[in-house]
């Protein structure tokens, strides 16, 4: 499955935006799905998940972006979203989205198989 993640970019403190991950095959709607990301100079760090179709359970934040990012998905085109709003400029970073061959969703960066290419986010005045 290759993934491709889009829709980065430069926005001010308070600010929104949502990135988008597209996958090339209808398999990825069963997977599930997470969003990452890794400011310069730290390691890659778990952001947002949700579980693939046939799956309960999630969709799961890490603390930090919590009440502030929404993850969700849409099947009809193999794609999975993260709405960001309220942005702070300790979101910014390099965000990539991953999916995994189970179901459930994931937190670990080692449970995810397939990874797409990193789209950045700045938050600045």
């Known amino acids: 499955v290759q993934l491709q993640a889009s829709g980065g970019g430069t926005v001010q403190p308070g600010g929104s935006l949502r990135l988008s991950c597209t996958a090339s095959?209808?398999?990825?709607?069963?997977?599930?799905t997470g969003w990452f990301r890794q400011a310069p100079g730290q390691e890659r760090e778990f952001v947002a998940t949700i579980s693939g179709s046939g799956s309960s359970g999630g969709p799961y934040y890490n603390d930090p972006v919590k009440g502030r990012f929404t993850i969700s998905r849409d099947n009809a085109v193999n794609t999975v979203y993260l709405q960001m709003d309220g942005l702070k400029p300790e979101d910014t970073a390099v965000y990539y989205c991953?999916?995994?061959?189970?179901?459930?969703?994931?937190?670990?960066?080692?449970?995810?198989?397939?990874w797409g290419r990193g789209t950045q986010v700045t938050v600045s005045s």
């Open positions: 991953a999916a995994r061959t189970s179901s459930y969703y994931g937190i670990y960066v080692s449970q995810y198989n397939f």
């Open positions: 095959e209808r398999s990825f709607n069963a997977y599930g």
